[in-house]
């Protein structure tokens, strides 16, 4: 029965008892006789308590949907609300949880398309830096040094420092490009490319130390960019923002899975959504992508961490969507769906 027709039946059942004992054998004297007014008591609350407990019964499955509704988050999933109750109250948590399920899908399918297009214009950059700009600079070097061959000593002292600087900058320019295309991760593989960004940030006053198992599962080519990305963000996060001297990066298993971990001695984060930026919610939007878990706190001890557990199976839900594909069928995959064209064809060369 509707919820409706329950509190109107309960408060009918009252109202027709209470002008049934008015017009019944029942008086009550004036003034009033102590036993008279115990029997209207406590029929008054016997009536108020059976209310009470109609509504509380009746109505805690909303409050159940409310406080879940106030702490949704599409970037953090929790478990559904549970459907509970009757009629229009459960109609309306399913509806809820439906709505849920449809926003998620849509969120990781835009995210998807969104992750996609971002490599894709990683890659594109990072080539034009290396085609163009790279080349540009490789015979500007040249030059100068010939230049500086036929030079006079006056000068050739300047021209030796413009050379220093052009090479640095071609450097530079080099180690962005190196950043924006991991392609020691297309070649080599996720360990190698993590060992090779965790040289590239240690320096002077900071210290990067990789402990990486053996004998990892295979979890795909989504799975290794994501936990690429994520400990790469995890490493800028550290180098300039937490102030930290000392960064440990590992890699292990966690059961059929992996466990990525990027932890730090800096000044720590507590964790709140307020303190999290783009980067953050873009390595959360990843995680989210292969069905991982990611974890973003204080450290034990102090510091922060960046924990992102990923599970076997490489569950690209939202690049399956792109790709139209249903992700809740089992054993669909679709390796390399968020790698660029350019950089699936040299992955696959190089192999």
Not at 103 to 120: D, F, G, I, K, P
Not at 212 to 240: F, K, M
Not at 252 to 263: I, N, P, Q, S, W
């Amino acid at each position: 029965m509707p919820l409706f027709w329950r509190i109107s039946l309960f408060n009918a059942v009252v109202l027709v008892a209470a002008t049934a004992l008015l017009l019944g054998p029942v008086t009550v004297s004036t003034p009033v006789l102590l036993t008279e007014a115990a029997i209207l008591t406590v029929g008054l609350v016997l009536i108020l308590i059976a209310n009470v407990l109609l509504l509380r019964i009746g109505l805690g499955p909303l409050r159940q949907l409310a406080r879940a509704m106030t702490t949704t988050d599409l970037l953090r999933p929790r478990i559904r609300p549970k459907v509970d109750g009757d009629g229009e109250i459960a109609e309306l948590i399913t509806t809820f949880n439906t709505m849920l399920d449809r926003l998620e899908a849509e969120r990781a399918l835009s995210a998807a398309r969104t992750l996609s297009a971002q490599e894709s214009e990683r890659h594109r950059v990072a080539q034009e830096l290396y085609d163009e700009v790279g080349q540009t600079l490789a015979a500007v070097l040249l030059d100068l040094k010939r230049v500086a061959d036929q030079a006079p000593d006056s000068v050739r002292e300047q021209l030796s420092q413009v050379q220093e600087t052009t090479r640095a900058s071609l450097d530079e320019i080099r180690r962005i490009a190196r950043r924006l295309l991991p392609g020691v991760l297309e070649e080599l593989g996720l360990t190698s490319a993590l060992r090779s960004l965790a040289d590239e940030f240690t320096g002077p006053s900071l210290t990067v130390r990789h402990e990486i198992a053996s004998g990892l599962p295979d979890l795909g080519d989504n799975a290794d960019l994501v936990l690429y990305r994520v400990a790469q963000e995890g490493l800028t996060n550290a180098a300039r923002h937490a102030d930290a001297r000392l960064v440990l990066l590992t890699l292990e298993r966690a059961g059929d899975g992996v466990e990525l971990r990027v932890r730090d001695d800096g000044r720590g984060i507590d964790g709140s959504d307020e303190t999290e930026g783009a980067g953050i919610r873009g390595m959360r939007e990843r995680a989210l992508l292969i069905g991982a878990d990611l974890v973003v706190g204080p450290a034990p001890g102090g510091g922060s961490e960046v924990r992102l557990t990923v599970p076997a199976g490489d569950r690209t839900e939202g690049a399956d969507q792109v790709a139209g594909r249903d992700p809740r069928r089992a054993g669909t995959r679709r390796p390399g769906a968020l790698l660029s064209p350019d950089a699936k064809r040299r992955r696959n060369s190089a192999r």
